[in-house]
């Protein structure tokens, strides 16, 4: 899970990356990377992400930004994995510790990103 | 072409930061932040939320392959991270409680005294294994691994582990009250608490670093302190670099990590002393 999480993840980023490259080809401008990097254009919460990845023609941000979503939320789908694994092997004593470490972070996903 | 080569330097770098960081389970922050802000003009904000996608990454990267390899133990680092979570959500509703400066030079003493009783065990190989306590037992804290040096299983079983949850509690704490790293201070809890092997502390740790990064990413992202422009070549480099590191801790000598690991130990020391007595 945390492989294929990672690798997921990195390939949206760099599907961004070859997009927004895409763009600055197209418009015949070098991609002026230096300054873009001190740009504040960045999605904040899941609802601006979804909706910013609905458009057409794709959006670089949009895309790079689903991936490092993914990247945040990948250590979570791993717990989810062990705790499917602990359940099934019975071991009710680290299923229990999977699961509060599941709450705490969903909490503070569902806190912070939720707006 | 500037541009691009803007990327590849940045990406480069961030491929260092993946190899140390898989193999001392640090997670690359510590080397990312400063050659971001120096070498890349980077703002601190967005240099820490890069940090944050380094350590992610490097935990995505090195866990699988230390998972793969028994380097890392899962029961060991779930159990841990339970610790360290719970300090750094009672450390984060004590902010403002605690005076800043006396916590950072009481953690910079802490990293200090650890440094030095490392330094007594710096060509410490293979423990030999002792009693296991009884929360390892009821715990299962203990595994083996295969060392190809050595050519042969090691076996190792977690002691004093109440000193070490304590320890992870502790550093959890810090990390939620003054909004630091802890992964050094877990590896040092795992290795001189709890007496395990450094290449299994090491690769637990990056197990944990992820899960608690997690707990904390979702600050970053909703501050908007993540650039998606820094933290992709960032990404690409630390898990490119965290599958060399991997690789390249299967091979080492658990004193080599040992030696490596000190300085870095030694620098955060020196920070945290430096930032309570003279700020």
């Not at chain 2, 804290?141 to 050519?151: E, N, R, T, V, W």
């Amino acid at each position: 899970v945390l492989l294929v999480g990672g690798l997921v993840s990195v390939a949206l980023m760099l599907a961004g990356l070859l997009v927004l490259e895409a763009y600055a080809l197209t418009g015949d401008r070098a991609l002026d990377v230096p300054r873009l990097i001190q740009d504040r254009n960045v999605l904040v919460s899941l609802p601006e992400l979804g909706h910013a990845l609905r458009r057409w023609p794709p959006d670089p941000v949009a895309l790079m930004t689903a991936g490092i979503v993914l990247l945040l939320l990948t250590p979570m789908l791993a717990l989810a994995a062990a705790l499917t694994e602990f359940v099934r092997e019975r071991d009710s004593t680290y299923a229990i510790i999977a699961a509060a470490l599941i709450v705490a972070l969903m909490f503070g996903f569902a806190f912070r990103l939720g707006g | 072409v500037s541009g691009l080569l803007f990327l590849l330097a940045l990406c480069a770098s961030a491929t260092g930061a993946g190899v140390l960081g898989a193999i001392l389970g640090l997670g690359g922050g510590i080397l990312l932040v400063p050659i971001l802000t120096i070498f890349f003009g980077v703002s601190l904000p967005y240099a820490m939320g890069a940090s944050i996608i380094s350590v992610i990454a490097t935990s995505c990267g090195a866990a699988a392959g230390h998972l793969r390899s028994g380097l890392a133990n899962v029961r060991l680092g779930l159990f841990l991270a339970l610790t360290t979570v719970s300090g750094a959500l009672v450390g984060a509703s004590l902010v403002g409680v605690l005076p800043e400066r006396l916590l950072k030079t009481l953690f910079g003493l802490a990293l200090l005294y650890s440094a030095f009783m490392m330094l007594r065990q710096l060509e410490l190989e293979v423990r030999v294994v002792g009693e296991t306590d009884w929360l390892a037992k009821r715990f299962g804290l203990s595994g083996s691994y295969y060392d190809h040096l050595m050519a042969r299983d090691v076996e190792y079983r977690a002691t004093r582990v109440s000193g070490g949850a304590t320890a992870m509690f502790a550093a959890g704490l810090m990390s939620g009250l003054l909004g630091i790293g802890s992964g050094a201070f877990k590896v040092l809890a795992m290795d001189y608490f709890m007496r395990l092997p450094m290449k299994v502390s090491t690769a637990t740790s990056n197990f944990m670093i992820g899960i608690t990064a997690a707990a904390s990413a979702g600050v970053y992202f909703g501050r908007g302190d993540i650039q998606p422009l820094l933290a992709t070549p960032v990404a690409v480099g630390v898990l490119v670099g965290s599958f060399a590191g991997t690789r390249l801790l299967g091979r080492m000598r658990n004193a080599t990590v040992r030696k490596l690991f000190l300085p870095i130990v030694l620098y955060l020391a020196g920070s945290m002393l430096l930032q309570g007595i003279l700020r």
